[in-house]
C-alpha cells in the first residue's frame, strides 16, 4: 500500500497541473482563433490585488513542488519567475510534473508527523505534514489553478467543468 500523504498528494498535484496545463492550450488557441496576442491573457487577472494569470501558474507549480520537497525533507528544485508565453508556462508546469513524479513513494514514509516550516511574510508558519498538507497545501494549490480556470474564463475561453475536472470526464 502506499504511503498516505504520497497517495493524497502526489496523484492530486499531477493531475491539477495536467488539468491546468490543458487549459493554458485553449487559451492558448482561444486568442490565436480570436487574433489575440496570447500574453494578453498572461497579465490578465480577476481583481487588482490578485495575481495575473502567469502568476496563478507560477504560484500552482512552487506550491505543489514545495510542497512535495518540504513532506520529504529535501530542497525543492528553484524556478526562476520569468515566463512570458503560455508555451513556457506550460513548460514550467511540465517541469513541477516531472520533479514530482521523480520523488518516489517511499520518501513520504513518516511525513505524516514531520515537522514542517513555512515562511509567510514575517512570520512562519509551522505544522505536522498531514495537517500541512490537508490545510495549507491542497486548498492553495487548488484555489491557483481554480483562479487560472477563472481567469481564461472571463476572458472568453470556452471553458465548462469539465475542463476543470479534467481527464476526458462529461458531465
Same mark, same amino acid.
Given at each position: 500500500?502506499?504511503?498516505n500523504l504520497y497517495t493524497f498528494s502526489v496523484p492530486v498535484f499531477l493531475r491539477g497541473h495536467a488539468v491546468l496545463s490543458e487549459l493554458l492550450r485553449k487559451g492558448e488557441a482561444h486568442a490565436?482563433?480570436?487574433?489575440?496576442?496570447?500574453?494578453?491573457?498572461l497579465i490578465a487577472r480577476l481583481f487588482p490585488d490578485m495575481?495575473?494569470? /502567469?502568476?496563478?501558474?507560477?504560484?500552482?507549480?512552487?506550491?505543489?513542488k514545495r510542497a512535495t520537497a518540504r513532506l520529504v525533507g529535501v530542497e525543492p528544485p528553484r524556478f526562476e519567475?520569468?515566463?512570458?508565453?503560455i508555451e513556457q508556462l506550460?513548460?514550467?508546469?511540465?517541469?513541477?510534473?516531472?520533479?514530482?513524479?521523480?520523488?518516489?513513494?517511499?520518501?513520504?514514509?513518516?511525513?505524516?508527523?514531520?515537522?514542517?516550516?513555512?515562511?509567510?511574510?514575517?512570520?512562519?508558519?509551522?505544522?505536522?505534514?498531514?495537517?500541512?498538507?490537508?490545510?495549507?497545501?491542497?486548498p492553495n494549490v487548488f484555489f491557483h489553478v481554480?483562479?487560472?480556470?477563472n481567469i481564461l474564463r472571463?476572458?472568453?475561453?470556452?471553458?465548462? /467543468?469539465?475542463?476543470?475536472?479534467g481527464g476526458g470526464r462529461k458531465l
Open positions: 500500500m502506499l504511503n490565436a482563433g480570436c487574433n489575440i496576442t496570447p500574453s494578453a491573457l495575481f495575473p494569470l /502567469k502568476g496563478q501558474v507560477q504560484a500552482a507549480c512552487d506550491t505543489a519567475d520569468n515566463e512570458t508565453t506550460r513548460a514550467r508546469l511540465a517541469r513541477t510534473i516531472d520533479y514530482i513524479k521523480s520523488i518516489p513513494a517511499s520518501a513520504f514514509e513518516g511525513s505524516e508527523t514531520r515537522d514542517i516550516k513555512v515562511p509567510a511574510g514575517e512570520r512562519t508558519l509551522e505544522f505536522k505534514g498531514l495537517d500541512f498538507l490537508q490545510t495549507w497545501v491542497i481554480t483562479t487560472a480556470y472571463h476572458n472568453g475561453v470556452d471553458l465548462g /467543468k469539465a475542463d476543470f475536472i
